[in-house]
C-alpha cells in the first residue's frame, strides 16, 4: 500500500513537501518514483530514487528546485519541492516498485513493472 500526502495550495516561490509512505516492502528492495498530470497532459515521470545507494533522476523542469529523498527506517519517500511556478500544478503520484535486488532510479522511472504500487495522488496548485 502506498499512501501519498502533502500537497496543497501555494503561491509561486512556495514550498511544499511530499511524502510517500509505503507498507508491507520489509524485506525487499524498493524503488520511489514521483510523477505529476496535469490537466490535458500526459503523466510524466519528475523524480525518482534507488532502492539501495540512494541516485536519483530529475527531469529537466525541475532539476534545482525539487528535491527526492528516502527515509528507510519510515518506509517514506520525500519530494521537497521549492521554488514552485504555476506550471508545476497538476496531481502528484508516488509509485513503488518492490524487489529482490536492487533497482535504479532509471528503472522505476521509465518502466513498467507487475511489482508497481501506485498511491492515489495529491494535488499541487500554484496559482499563476
Known amino acids: 500500500q502506498v499512501e501519498t500526502s502533502g500537497g496543497g495550495l501555494v503561491q509561486p516561490g512556495g514550498s511544499l513537501r511530499l511524502s510517500c509512505a509505503a507498507s508491507g516492502v520489509t524485506g525487499y528492495y524498493y524503488a520511489i518514483g514521483w510523477f505529476r498530470q496535469a490537466p490535458g497532459k500526459e503523466r510524466e515521470e519528475i523524480s525518482c530514487i534507488s532502492s539501495s545507494d540512494g541516485t536519483t533522476y530529475y527531469t529537466d523542469s525541475v532539476k534545482g528546485r525539487f528535491t527526492v529523498s528516502r527515509d528507510n527506517s519510515k518506509n517514506t519517500g520525500y519530494l521537497q519541492m521549492n521554488s514552485l511556478k504555476p506550471e508545476d500544478t497538476a496531481r502528484y503520484y508516488c509509485?513503488?516498485?518492490?524487489?529482490?535486488?536492487?533497482?535504479?532510479?532509471?528503472?522505476?522511472?521509465?518502466?513498467?513493472?507487475?511489482?508497481?504500487?501506485w498511491g492515489r495522488g495529491t494535488q499541487v496548485t500554484v496559482p499563476s
Open positions: 509509485k513503488v516498485r518492490i524487489g529482490q535486488w536492487d533497482i535504479s532510479a532509471e528503472e522505476i522511472c521509465f518502466q513498467t513493472s507487475g511489482d508497481d504500487f
